[in-house]
């Protein structure tokens, strides 16, 4: 019972009925009848009336105005009425026994009361309480307010939770640009001022994420200035002139990897059915014509939906990376349920595992002091995981036993 709508559905109902309950209380106290005294007051009189005009020669006689039997009425006794009959009878100075009694079989009660003879004279008592289809009646009312109460509580629990649900909705819509879907500012005064809020965070997340890129972008393209006049000035140095220039096109691949990140956030290409299996094998033929140590253990047959220049650049990034830290990689594609499971094992020394969710930040590195001499900028695994997470996939590091690394790519496999 987590969910915050059904929570709200049972308070409400809960109330009503509690409402629903207390109003009926009181109308059964309302409904319920005089009490004791005021019924067995004019009951006493009467009695005493009787007691005196009872036959004395026979039982059942049939001049005898009232009856007289040699026991009581049948039925269970109540004790209360009979407790108040016994003290106002007893207050009058007649100096009788009164049981009062109810029958199932019947309503109302009957008094019985025991004559000096140890004969008992029968006598109605008055039934001032309320019929029987009463209670019918009041069952059926609270069915019904029960019945009426629910979808009531469903509607306005739907109305206090649909600011919550627009949050759920458009946190749950974010892309992997960061930014915000536009709601449509309609409704209530409350879903109205939400949804205006969530537009206003979106645009603020917009310019936000223009201004990290531009940020990126222009750094990139000042630095290849600069760059430009020290490597013209280095062809002129005798000294050290190879560290020079090693270390500018060290500068220079950082600068382009920066500039390729931010292009692969801003410029995506069309979605479409990508042959997944198909693109492996090319990027296999090139990586094994650049030679780099790559082979393919299986690949089944499936497409799944992404931009295909994208998806090419984030799995070669993945392949070239394996190969490279790697020493050599293998690569497999299997379909699981309906997911296609791209695998790329290496048999590198593997990433430490305190390390291994910070291999996707950009410019990563596990051992800078001893990586130097391997080319790039570390930027590939980060501009591999946006493609992926953009086109809805997701990549995972794990360590092999044994030693190496498995990267592991996961889509949703549409044929």
Not at 13 to 37: D, N, Q, W, Y
Not at 55 to 83: C, L, M, W, Y
Not at 391 to 399: A, P, Q, S, V
Request: hydrophobic share 45%; aromatic share 4%; glycine share 8%.
């Amino acid at each position: 019972m987590t969910s915050l709508r059904r929570r709200l559905i049972i308070l409400l109902v809960v109330s009503i009925l509690g409402v629903v309950g207390l109003a009926t209380f009181v109308a059964v106290k309302v409904l319920g009848g005089p009490s004791p005294e005021l019924i067995m007051g004019p009951l006493a009189h009467q009695i005493q009336y009787m007691v005196q005009l009872a036959p004395a020669h026979a039982p059942n006689s049939s001049d005898a105005p009232v009856i007289v039997q040699d026991r009581p009425a049948d039925g269970f006794e109540d004790r209360k009425h009979t407790r108040v009959l016994n003290e106002i009878l007893h207050h009058n100075g007649l100096d009788v026994s009164a049981v009062v009694s109810r029958n199932a079989d019947r309503p109302g009660m009957v008094a019985s009361v025991e004559l000096p003879d140890h004969r008992w004279m029968i006598v109605d008592v008055p039934d001032f309480g309320p019929p029987r289809d009463v209670w019918y009646g009041l069952a059926g009312w609270m069915v019904l307010i029960v019945l009426g109460a629910t979808p009531v509580s469903i509607y306005f629990t739907g109305v206090l939770v649909r600011p919550l649900e627009m949050l759920e909705a458009a946190v749950s819509k974010i892309g992997s640009d960061g930014v915000l879907a536009t709601v449509p500012e309609e409704g209530t005064a409350e879903v109205r001022a939400t949804a205006h809020a969530l537009n206003q965070l979106s645009a603020r997340l917009e310019a936000a994420m223009e201004s990290r890129m531009r940020l990126v972008a222009a750094a990139g393209h000042d630095l290849r200035t600069p760059m430009t006049r020290m490597r013209l000035r280095a062809e002129f140095l005798d000294e050290d002139r190879e560290k020079w220039l090693s270390d500018l096109d060290e500068l220079d691949r950082i600068a382009d990897s920066a500039i390729r990140l931010v292009r692969e956030e801003v410029n995506q290409d069309a979605v479409e059915p990508v042959e997944l299996d198909g693109l492996v094998r090319d990027i296999e033929t090139e990586m094994t014509a650049l030679g780099h140590a790559v082979t393919i253990d299986h690949l089944d047959h499936m497409s799944v939906k992404a931009g295909a220049l994208g998806l090419r650049r984030a799995l070669r990034n993945l392949i070239v990376n394996a190969a490279t830290h790697g020493k050599s990689c293998t690569v497999s594609l299997s379909r699981q349920g309906g997911r296609a499971v791209l695998t790329i094992a290496d048999r590198g020394p593997g990433i430490p595992p305190d390390l291994l969710n910070k291999a996707f930040e950009p410019f990563f590195r596990v051992d800078p002091a001893r990586t130097q001499f391997i080319p790039g900028a570390g930027l590939g695994l980060a501009i591999a995981k946006e493609i992926i997470e953009r086109y809805g996939g997701t990549i995972r590091l794990e360590n092999r036993q044994g030693g190496g690394l498995v990267q592991m790519v996961v889509f949703a496999a549409v044929s």
